[in-house]
């Protein structure tokens, strides 16, 4: 028995042991409540109580030994050493617990019991079976970080493993030392976070977005009891409440992701439908579709199977949501997604079984439930036993779809006549089936990699039906290459505007229908003020804010988020009087208007400011640049962009962050005086009068300038260019920063300078972090091929090939070339950042007309070394090596600025839409505890 030095072994088995403890009281719980729900004995339910009680304080006692192991960075422990190391700041030592997929699922149950203590003291004649659902979850849950073997099975990852103990690492000769923690130099840091999380927003939104997720299942259970107990009516009321809570956390922490991104990340926008943002907000979709479900209930006891439906999907979402997060299966899809650890099959069994439980309970006839968990069972054996595991599941989500639509048709009560046309519950039902239709084009866009992998068993005959149809997805689906559409963005808004406008269209009118039949002429009345200004608005913004015929989709979502926001400042203000208690639905809408209106306005008139203007082709640095939406600022420079000036003036490393001072002067308008010299298109010209200068100097050419027509003799050096302007006083200074990390990869955050109208939006495209030479101080030499006339850029140099030439017998001597060589020379004209112009020859030379010798030619005043390495008389296209002295260089950035108009609009509306729903919140509470109706 080897003893290990300066492990710390005792806190890890207690963590196993909390782990295992909490499991245990959660299978308790469900049993005991269970019982309870099926017995009048009071025992089983005080027994249950006290089950999930000590579930409670197991599982806390679990995350506080591991934030004490993170904490003491206790790097023997592979959690630990993945999430933390010693130069991360205290402050991301949270960040560091629910990075990796142990710690999330921890933070994920923790909410869970917070909420289910609160929903145990609140459920009343609910509780047995509302806790039945919630301690289930918490077992399924739980199980993710158990970490132990059932039979040849692992049940989930402890985050409590010691490294020496993982599988890979039994019986490798380092786990025979007993100071390998001192021996072995990996172990006296940790590899630490990506350092695309090391950012406060890491903080505070992981742990929003998890009480979002924790929040849904809440509605869930309450949806379980009411089928479990045949209550299809009385579980909506105490339902609501937790189901406005949760669209309210859920939609703030999908808010804040995209506030993270915007501010932090360098996606170029509030929202870039990365495929993680979707999977938590289709979820949100249909929950938002429920809660407005419930509320027709409990006017018009309509909708029961919709609200069901909406209820359950929610939950199922949430969890389908985790599973492609977690699983791995996004890939390369997303920017922040997991790698499978290995979870992949007990995040799909936990799905399942909350589509199972849910289609059981929905099917009221014992035959069919047997029916159904008949053909489950059957499926489980033939797909293990025939290796068919994925048709088994496609079959049974098949089943699963049927059976609920088999329910609805048998076992749901259907209204004797349909709702009234102009009545508040069927246009809130259209509401409801708008976002269920916008969140099933969302799941199928980016579940595309889910599609390849089901599709794999059928894919003889997709190609078979490929064949006849001619249908590209189907052969794509059947060689398992579909594929997210590649320009996603523009994709999305497509098809997700239209559902947009009607949505903010109906958030708009609907409140002012009665439930029942509605007078159209009085409503009429009551939405024409509104209206009208609204129409108003939007004809002024059309002018002002530059829509054309081509943009008259968002000119229309345009005119209904302004209404949907001033119809419902006009309802609370009108017809409500102003009462607070009952304004919480009106503020949240009009919270979520201004939240759609910013981003379209801030989306849709973005504009990148940083067109190129200085006097090298970005593009031949690298194809991802663009010499219209990027820009190349040599350090010290100062050049205009965008309606201002702007000048790279310093960098400055600060631990592990490189900052790039970047400062931005107005852009005030130059007056020329008479007898003023510029260069303009390559010609030194004279002002003829004093005058200020137009947008175009072609325009001003003739009245104003003439050519100098012998500049001989005059400081060209020391003659500006033409501009209509010059720099004024300065702005502001942005820091983009570019934060270091050599496990990870190095990462852009941007800096952006706020006003009140408009937000300038700046990071780093590129810039130089190293710089290697060679003994003779050169950086590594480029590798350029050529043809006459081609331009390249080589560090802060242009290198042009003008021309190519055998050289004459008469020059032989001059450049040294024996009798029998053969050599061909190139003229290479340079052009240094500093607008200089030398020109060096460069010799490809065959020795005896085989043997290549290398000729390199230093450009002294430069810095520049030529080596002609090869000739292709097929292409045109010649080799060369071009180096540049790092004496000789100037550093430069490639930055991109986008300028977002009225961005402030969304952030406003986020504010608004949360203080709306928690005062809507409050007002359900109220009306569910005096057993009035919504």
């Not at 509320?295 to 209820?311: D, E, G, I, M, P």
């Not at 039949?517 to 004809?539: C, D, Y």
Request: with cysteine; charged share 20%; hydrophobic share 50%.
């Amino acid at each position: 028995m080897i003893e290990y030095l300066g492990e710390h072994t005792l806190i890890g088995r207690l963590g196993e042991v909390f782990v295992s403890t909490s499991f245990a009281a959660a299978f308790l719980a469900a049993i005991s409540y269970f019982i309870a729900s099926r017995s009048e004995n009071d025992a089983y339910r005080r027994m249950g109580r006290a089950a999930f009680r000590l579930h409670s304080v197991a599982l806390i006692a679990t995350a506080v030994t591991l934030f004490i192991m993170l904490f003491n960075k206790y790097f023997e422990y592979d959690y630990v050493w993945k999430h933390a190391n010693r130069d991360m700041p205290l402050r991301y030592i949270f960040s560091g617990f629910w990075e990796g997929q142990e710690g999330s699922f921890i933070l994920w149950s923790f909410w869970n019991v917070v909420l289910g203590n609160i929903l145990l003291l609140t459920a009343k004649k609910f509780e047995n079976l509302t806790m039945m659902m919630v301690s289930i979850f918490q077992m399924l849950i739980g199980s993710m970080i158990l970490g132990v073997y059932v039979l040849d099975f692992k049940l989930g990852n402890s985050p409590f493993d010691l490294i020496r103990e993982l599988p890979e690492n039994v019986g490798l000769p380092w786990t025979q030392m007993s100071n390998y923690l001192e021996r072995i130099p990996s172990f006296s840091d940790g590899r630490g976070m990506n350092p695309l999380l090391q950012n406060y927003w890491m903080t505070i939104h992981p742990p929003t977005l998890f009480l979002g997720y924790a929040s849904t299942l809440f509605p869930f259970a309450f949806a379980i009891a009411g089928l479990a107990s045949g209550k299809l009516k009385e579980w909506i009321r105490p339902a609501i409440p937790w189901a406005f809570f949760s669209v309210s956390v859920l939609g703030i922490g999908i808010l804040m992701g995209g506030a993270w991104a915007y501010e932090a990340l360098s996606f170029g926008g509030f929202w870039a439908w990365d495929p993680v943002e979707n999977a938590s907000l289709i979820p949100w979709l249909t929950l938002v579709g429920a809660a407005h479900v419930m509320v027709v209930n409990q006017r018009k006891n309509r909708s029961q199977y919709t609200a069901l439906f909406l209820t359950l999907i929610t939950a199922i979402l949430v969890m389908y949501a985790s599973f492609l997060v977690h699983s791995g299966v996004l890939g390369d899809t997303s920017v922040h997604s997991f790698t499978d650890d290995g979870l992949m099959k007990q995040h799909l069994f936990i799905l399942l079984f909350l589509v199972a439980l849910s289609a059981t309970l929905m099917l009221f006839e014992t035959r069919l439930r047997l029916v159904y968990l008949a053909g489950i069972v059957v499926l489980i054996i033939a797909g293990w036993a025939l290796e068919l595991k994925v048709a088994a599941i496609v079959a049974f989500l098949i089943m699963s779809v049927i059976m609920p639509i088999l329910a609805y048709k048998k076992f749901f009560v259907k209204p004797e006549k349909e709702e009234p046309l102009w009545s508040r519950e069927f246009w809130i039902f259209i509401g409801s089936m708008v976002l269920l239709l916008s969140a099933a084009q969302i799941a199928l866009e980016t579940s595309k990699p889910i599609w390849n992998i089901l599709a794999e068993p059928f894919a003889g005959p997709l190609m078979d039906i490929y064949s006849v149809t001619k249908i590209e997805g189907l052969k794509s689906l059947a060689e398992g290459k579909l594929a997210p559409n590649s320009d996603r963005i523009n994709h999305f808004n497509k098809w997700q505007i239209p559902f947009a406008f009607v949505v903010t269209f109906l958030i708009a009118f609907t409140q002012f229908l009665r439930y029942g039949k509605s007078n159209f002429k009085q409503f009429g009345k009551k939405i024409l003020l509104s209206l009208s200004v609204s129409l108003l608005i939007t004809l002024a913004a059309a002018t002002q804010l530059s829509y054309d015929g081509d943009e008259f989709i968002l000119l229309i979502l345009f005119f209904t988020t302004v209404f949907a926001v001033l119809a419902n400042l006009d309802y609370a203000i009108r017809i409500l009087k102003g009462k607070f208690n009952a304004s919480g639905a009106s503020v949240a809408h009009i919270g979520f208007g201004l939240v759609l209106l910013g981003a379209l306005i801030s989306t849709s008139r973005s504009e990148k400011i940083s067109e190129n203007a200085s006097r090298f082709d970005i593009e031949q640095l690298s194809n991802d640049f663009n010499n219209n939406e990027d820009v190349l600022l040599f350090k010290q420079d100062t050049i205009m962009m965008g309606g201002y000036f702007v000048s790279y003036k310093e960098r400055d490393k600060q631990g592990l962050n490189v900052y790039y001072k970047v400062e931005y002067f107005d852009a005030k308008p130059i007056t020329y005086k008479e007898g003023d010299h510029v260069i303009a298109r390559g010609v030194v010209m004279r002002a003829k009068d004093n005058h200020v200068p137009g947008p175009d100097f072609i325009l001003d050419q003739k009245d104003h300038w003439e050519v100098v027509k012998d500049p001989r003799g005059m400081m060209l050096d020391s003659i500006p260019r033409w501009t209509q302007y010059r720099p004024g006083k300065k702005l502001f200074d942005l820091n983009p920063r570019i934060q270091l990390n050599p496990e990870f990869g190095n990462v852009a955050e941007p800096s952006t300078k706020r006003y009140w109208n408009k937000d300038i939006y700046t990071h780093i495209r590129w810039a130089e972090l190293e710089v290697d030479t060679d003994a003779t101080g050169f950086r590594a030499a480029t590798e350029l091929k050529l043809g006459v006339g081609d331009t390249a850029l080589v560090g802060s140099n242009s290198v042009r090939l003008n021309q190519l030439s055998v050289v004459k017998d008469e020059e032989r001597e001059k450049y040294r070339i024996a009798p029998n060589d053969l050599a061909v020379k190139a003229r290479i004209g340079i052009k240094t950042a500093d607008g200089e112009v030398f020109e060096v020859e460069p010799l490809y030379i065959l020795r005896d007309s085989i043997l290549p010798v290398p000729d390199p030619v230093i450009q002294d005043e430069s810095g520049v070394r030529v080596n002609f390495d090869k000739i292709d008389p097929v292409t045109g296209k010649h080799t060369f090596f071009v180096a540049e002295r790092f004496a000789n260089r100037k550093e430069f950035i490639v930055m991109q600025a986008i300028q977002f108009p009225m961005i402030n609009i969304l952030w406003i509306g986020c504010i608004i839409m949360f203080l709306g729903t928690v005062m809507a919140i409050r007002h359900r509470i109220r009306l569910s505890k005096k057993g009035k109706k919504a």
